[in-house]
């Protein structure tokens, strides 16, 4: 749950002055096919930091609900969350906040294996 919950508020929260420390650890959770879609993203006119104006918003979810389970095919490794969250999106000058409710579904593996520095981690 964990690992899961930290991958969606890397993608989801929205501050400023953290984005380079978000964009780089989003990258080391993902396959590349997932990372393309990711960089797509940001060089796109809905990126975070277009539709958040830099540092005039900030973002920051709060988990309702986390439902993990396992493939209904026993040699599938991948594992399927549901995630449940609040968005508050504040605007930074007049404090204002505007909820937004999402839910995501991702599959995941965890591979112990790979190979990440002491500075990845």
């Known amino acids: ?11 989801e929260d929205y501050d400023y002055f953290r984005l380079q420390h978000d964009y780089d650890t989003v990258q ?13 993203w940001w060089n796109s006119p809905p990126a975070p930091d ?6 005039e918003y900030t973002a920051e979810i709060t988990f309702i609900t986390n439902f993990i389970s396992a493939s209904s095919n026993p040699d599938n ?14 605007d930074v000058r ?21 190979a990440m520095t002491d500075a990845q981690r």
């Open 1 to 11: 749950r964990y690992f899961t919950q930290q991958y969606v508020r890397l993608w």
């Open 28 to 40: 080391r959770y993902g396959n590349e096919a997932v990372n393309k879609a990711y960089l797509d």
């Open 50 to 55: 277009k539709v958040f104006k830099d540092a």
């Open 77 to 90: 490794p991948d594992l399927l969350s549901t995630l449940r969250f609040r968005k508050d999106i504040r």
């Open 94 to 114: 007049s404090g204002n906040v505007q909820p937004e409710y999402w839910t995501v579904r991702m599959t995941w593996r965890f591979e112990p294996q790979q």
